[in-house]
């Protein structure tokens, strides 16, 4: 007898999406039995070691702009990747490092910084002023081909909308893809298709205002759909308009919610004008150190999800996403941490006026208090920006021994120019979304760095994965 067993299973292209509110769901639930106290629009800020084991932490009120101390027994991490490293990635404007960070610095150790997944398939960026990249999924290459203007005229003309794509004749496009794999086409693994989107529109072939944008167009999947639908549904001799109507209708099913939410932040239709795309950091496999009981090399604090380097190796796919999630969370966390509870759940509640956490607080203080007094005339993105750009030319998709050496010089004079210049406007003691960044880009300015030397260190290909 022969059993059909998924692998994983997927919702679509919002596959992450429904993770997360599925996350959010258990959560309020536990919420609303008391059994979890919810601090909302706080950051951890730093961690509390008494007697060497993680007994607290120390968080700021993103309202008030106030320090709190909050004691535990132990201390869980789950604060998710730290690819805005790079300034420009998919993850959310509030995805930052801090948190993993700060417990480095107190002795946690990092495991393979550079490790960082590129995805080929998301929404060129528009401009310098973007904060954040979309997501598309990687199904769309199933059916799309991906394409530049064989000729450098033709790209300019294309970039300055001179020509529209769809009147650029077949003879001259150039699917690269198809080209240089024939064998694999537009289904090349993702670090081949990143890189040869990057080379392509690194020697002037990208198609849109940035020039970092190559086609993934549907058009011939749409005509080949629509026929196949002819002939099963006993239409003879279709008219193009009418093959092309139900090509549209079958690609619909397929990627109907991904054509929309290109189309929402494109405004452009792509059953009509092809998509474009362009590679973009996605996700870290590298992160915090942690056992097999999820603990750190600090006693007592523990680290869960994309924020420790556990389960990837050198790899990252959607389903083992899905796995982290839902391991670390539901089935490994829960038993190992009550190993170690055991033991020290004895000591009764951890007191907040122990000398540990009001060090721990007059250095998050005087951190605060040099960061505003340095009244600079840069803003913090305009540093962020720098390092993202280093970040990316030198230290991603593509990186050599040259480059990297390079990469941490840059990212040195970046950090010490932040410390000498950046203007954070306002004032500590109140809402203050500047001072929120500056304290993430100073982590960003220190964890850039050791993820090059990383890069460096490592002489084998795999230095770079997707």
Same mark, same amino acid.
């Given at each position: 007898?022969?059993?059909?067993?998924?692998?994983?299973?997927?919702?679509? *292209?919002?596959?992450?999406? =429904?993770?997360?509110?599925?996350?959010?769901?258990?959560?309020?639930? =536990?919420?609303?039995?008391?059994?979890? =106290?919810?601090?909302?629009?706080?950051?951890?800020?730093?961690?509390?070691?008494?007697?060497?084991?993680?007994?607290?932490?120390?968080?700021?009120?993103?309202?008030?702009?106030?320090?709190?101390?909050?004691?535990?027994?132990?201390?869980?991490?789950?604060?998710?990747?730290?690819?805005?490293?790079?300034?420009?990635?998919?993850?959310?404007?509030?995805?930052?490092?801090?948190?993993?960070?700060?417990?480095?610095?107190?002795?946690?150790?990092?495991?393979?910084?550079?490790?960082?997944?590129?995805?080929?398939?998301?929404?060129?960026?528009?401009?310098?002023?973007?904060?954040?990249?979309?997501?598309?999924?990687?199904?769309?290459?199933?059916?799309?081909?991906?394409?530049?203007?064989?000729?450098?005229?033709?790209?300019?003309?294309?970039?300055?909308?001179?020509?529209?794509?769809?009147?650029?004749?077949?003879?001259?496009?150039?699917?690269?893809?198809?080209?240089?794999?024939?064998?694999?086409?537009?289904?090349?693994?993702?670090?081949?298709?990143?890189?040869?989107?990057?080379?392509?529109?690194?020697?002037?072939?990208?198609?849109?205002?940035?020039?970092?944008?190559?086609?993934?167009?549907?058009?011939?999947?749409?005509?080949?759909?629509?026929?196949?639908?002819?002939?099963?549904?006993?239409?003879? =001799?279709?008219?193009?308009?009418?093959?092309?109507?139900?090509?549209?209708?079958?690609?619909?099913?397929? +990627?109907?919610?991904?054509?929309?939410?290109?189309?929402?932040?494109?405004?452009?239709?792509?059953? /009509?004008?092809?998509?474009?795309?362009?590679?973009?950091?996605?996700?870290?496999?590298?992160?915090?150190?942690?056992?097999?009981?999820?603990?750190?090399?600090?006693?007592?604090? +523990?680290?869960?999800?994309?924020?420790?380097?556990?389960?990837?190796?050198?790899?990252?796919?959607?389903?083992?996403?899905?796995?982290?999630?839902?391991?670390? *969370?539901?089935?490994?966390?829960?038993?190992?941490?009550?190993?170690?509870?055991?033991?020290?759940?004895?000591?009764?509640?951890?007191?907040?006026?122990?000398?540990?956490?009001?060090?721990?607080?007059?250095?998050?203080?005087?951190?605060?208090?040099?960061?505003?007094?340095?009244?600079?005339?840069?803003?913090?993105?305009?540093?962020? /920006?720098?390092?993202?750009?280093?970040?990316?030319?030198?230290?991603?998709?593509?990186?050599?021994?040259? *480059?990297?050496?390079?990469?941490?010089?840059?990212?040195?004079?970046?950090?010490?120019?932040?410390?000498?210049?950046?203007?954070?406007?306002?004032?500590?003691?109140?809402?203050?979304?500047?001072?929120?960044?500056?304290?993430?880009?100073?982590?960003?300015?220190?964890?850039?760095?050791?993820?090059?030397?990383?890069?460096?260190?490592?002489?084998?290909?795999?230095?770079?994965?997707?």
């Amino acid at each position: 007898m022969e059993f059909l067993v998924s692998r994983t299973f997927y919702a679509r *292209g919002q596959t992450g999406q =429904q993770l997360l509110l599925g996350a959010y769901s258990a959560m309020n639930r =536990q919420i609303a039995k008391g059994k979890i =106290q919810m601090f909302s629009r706080h950051e951890m800020v730093e961690l509390v070691k008494v007697d060497g084991k993680a007994r607290g932490i120390i968080a700021r009120n993103l309202i008030t702009g106030e320090l709190e101390r909050h004691s535990a027994h132990a201390v869980v991490i789950a604060s998710g990747g730290y690819g805005n490293v790079f300034f420009l990635s998919t993850n959310a404007m509030g995805s930052n490092t801090t948190a993993a960070w700060k417990i480095h610095r107190n002795g946690a150790f990092f495991a393979n910084p550079c490790y960082t997944q590129i995805h080929p398939t998301c929404i060129p960026r528009s401009g310098e002023h973007q904060s954040k990249l979309t997501l598309m999924s990687e199904s769309l290459r199933n059916d799309g081909r991906i394409w530049v203007p064989k000729n450098l005229e033709d790209a300019e003309k294309i970039r300055s909308k001179t020509i529209k794509p769809t009147e650029l004749k077949e003879e001259d496009r150039d699917y690269y893809l198809e080209r240089r794999y024939p064998a694999f086409g537009n289904l090349v693994p993702r670090d081949v298709a990143s890189r040869a989107a990057k080379e392509r529109c690194d020697a002037g072939y990208g198609v849109n205002s940035t020039g970092e944008a190559v086609y993934l167009d549907f058009s011939a999947a749409i005509e080949r759909y629509g026929k196949e639908k002819a002939l099963v549904s006993g239409i003879k =001799q279709p008219s193009v308009e009418k093959i092309i109507e139900l090509g549209e209708e079958v690609v619909e099913q397929k +990627y109907g919610n991904l054509f929309q939410m290109y189309e929402k932040i494109v405004a452009e239709n792509p059953y /009509k004008t092809p998509m474009m795309i362009y590679p973009a950091v996605h996700y870290t496999m590298g992160g915090v150190w942690v056992d097999y009981n999820l603990m750190t090399t600090i006693p007592g604090c +523990y680290c869960i999800g994309e924020a420790n380097f556990s389960d990837h190796g050198a790899n990252r796919l959607g389903a083992s996403a899905l796995m982290q999630g839902l391991a670390d *969370g539901y089935f490994v966390l829960p038993y190992t941490i009550g190993d170690f509870l055991a033991n020290d759940i004895r000591t009764g509640p951890i007191s907040t006026d122990l000398k540990e956490f009001e060090i721990a607080e007059k250095n998050v203080s005087d951190t605060i208090d040099k960061l505003m007094s340095i009244k600079g005339d840069k803003p913090v993105d305009y540093f962020h /920006k720098r390092l993202g750009k280093v970040m990316w030319e030198f230290a991603g998709m593509a990186r050599n021994k040259e *480059g990297l050496e390079h990469a941490i010089s840059e990212i040195k004079t970046i950090r010490k120019e932040f410390w000498e210049n950046v203007r954070i406007p306002g004032d500590k003691d109140e809402m203050n979304t500047e001072l929120e960044k500056a304290g993430r880009v100073a982590d960003f300015l220190e964890l850039g760095e050791l993820f090059a030397k990383d890069g460096l260190e490592r002489s084998e290909s795999r230095g770079r994965t997707f």
